[in-house]
């Protein structure tokens, strides 16, 4: 069992001509929702880069 989730509000614009406008409403209808990193641990382990104050 995990986490799961979907973005419904990608296009915070409300442009209906926008390419991500409903981009998410087929697969929130067939239920297919992306993992989601919830835990510490798991946020880590995805993370391709991680912020270090003073270093670039």
């Known amino acids: 069992m995990g986490i799961y989730a979907i973005e419904l509000?990608?296009?915070k614009s409300g442009n209906p001509k926008s390419?991500?406008?409903?981009?998410?409403?087929?697969?929130y209808a067939k239920v297919k929702?992306?993992?989601?990193?919830y835990y510490?641990?798991?946020v880590l382990k995805?993370?391709?880069?991680?912020?270090?104050?003073?270093i670039r």
């Open 40 to 42: 510490k641990e798991d």
């Open 19 to 27: 390419l991500h406008f409903n981009d998410q409403a087929i697969p």
């Open 46 to 54: 995805r993370a391709r880069i991680s912020y270090k104050p003073g």
């Open 9 to 11: 509000l990608r296009n």
């Open 33 to 37: 929702f992306k993992g989601t990193a």
